[in-house]
């Protein structure tokens, strides 16, 4: 689109002469020889196949041509300084999405350690069960997501980043788990279904049935994992979820894990980072990909699927 544009050096030099009517002037101003901004002028008048200035013993006068450039010069490159001081004063900000949960239950609780970390980017979170078009919705800068690494490195255009393969368990309050400790049969299970269709079934009411013993294990649903945790947080049951999702909980001893036929634990599907191209050398995001992959601790059975941000 802008190949035919002469070089910006040669646009620099001659508008700083043209402002200043004077090749000797704009050299001092752009801190190079007279010798060069002369040589830049030259290749463009050479390029436009037009005179630009009268050269004159003491000074360089306009031609009409000249005047003509040099108003559109000015007035390009003042409003591409505006820009660019505005993007320089401007905070680092980064808009993420995810899931309700997952913003809910584990970044907000581990927000704080990343802006001590990194205290001028301002994190915005958009929590959302949508799935967004994050190639072409430039609201967002990234989106974390949960699924199948199978689904991922389909789209040449984004970067796909596996954090941590997920873990689901069985979690509940310490009072409640003393009153069912010899009566799994009659305990109450929260699950969640999905809103992502495409999500496989990972088995979960089984794994219950043979837990709990019976053939119609007492199992209630919410369509989010957020107000599953919340379920098991008020005593009311036994929680089925992440256990990423239930650390924070587990760390301020607001739920605890089961024990003995109550740990199993069963193999859940990968949360992964997708950033656009477009993100990809931006420090800010380069500072939260850092973080998020050592927060999450990715194992080295992890396997790096188009970590193009460096």
Not at 180 to 187: I, M, P
Request: proline share 4%; charged share 20%.
């Amino acid at each position: 689109m802008f190949q035919k544009l002469p070089p910006l050096n040669a646009i620099k030099a001659f508008e700083s002469a043209a402002r200043l009517n004077s090749f000797k002037a704009a050299a001092n101003e752009l801190h190079v020889t007279p010798t060069a901004i002369s040589h830049q002028v030259k290749q463009l008048e050479e390029s436009l196949n037009v005179r630009l200035f009268e050269r004159k013993t003491r000074a360089v006068i306009l031609t009409s041509e000249g005047e003509q450039l040099a108003a559109a010069a000015n007035q390009s490159l003042q409003n591409l300084m505006l820009t660019v001081n505005q993007l320089k004063s401007a905070p680092r900000t980064l808009t993420i999405s995810m899931t309700n949960s997952f913003a809910s239950m584990w970044l907000v609780p581990n927000l704080a350690s990343f802006q001590q970390e990194y205290p001028d980017i301002d994190i915005q979170i958009r929590a959302e069960e949508s799935l967004i078009d994050i190639e072409y919705d430039r609201r967002v800068d990234m989106v974390i997501r949960y699924g199948e690494l199978a689904h991922l490195g389909k789209n040449d255009s984004l970067s796909y980043i596996p954090l941590r393969q997920d873990s689901i368990g069985f979690f509940a309050t310490s009072n409640y788990w003393q009153t069912q400790l010899d009566k799994a049969s009659d305990a109450v299970w929260f699950c969640t279904r999905w809103k992502n269709a495409h999500l496989p079934n990972l088995g979960l009411e089984k794994e219950i049935e043979r837990v709990s013993g019976t053939g119609i294990p007492n199992i209630r649903y919410f369509n989010d994992e957020n107000l599953t945790a919340q379920a098991a947080l008020s005593g009311q049951g036994i929680a089925v979820i992440s256990e990423l999702a239930a650390e924070n909980a587990v760390q301020q001893s607001w739920l605890s894990k089961g024990t003995n036929t109550m740990a199993t634990t069963i193999t859940g599907l990968y949360y992964y980072l997708v950033i656009p191209r477009r993100q990809l050398a931006n420090p800010a995001a380069i500072c939260f990909k850092d973080w998020l992959c050592k927060k999450l601790a990715t194992g080295s059975d992890q396997p790096a699927i188009k970590n193009l941000i460096s």
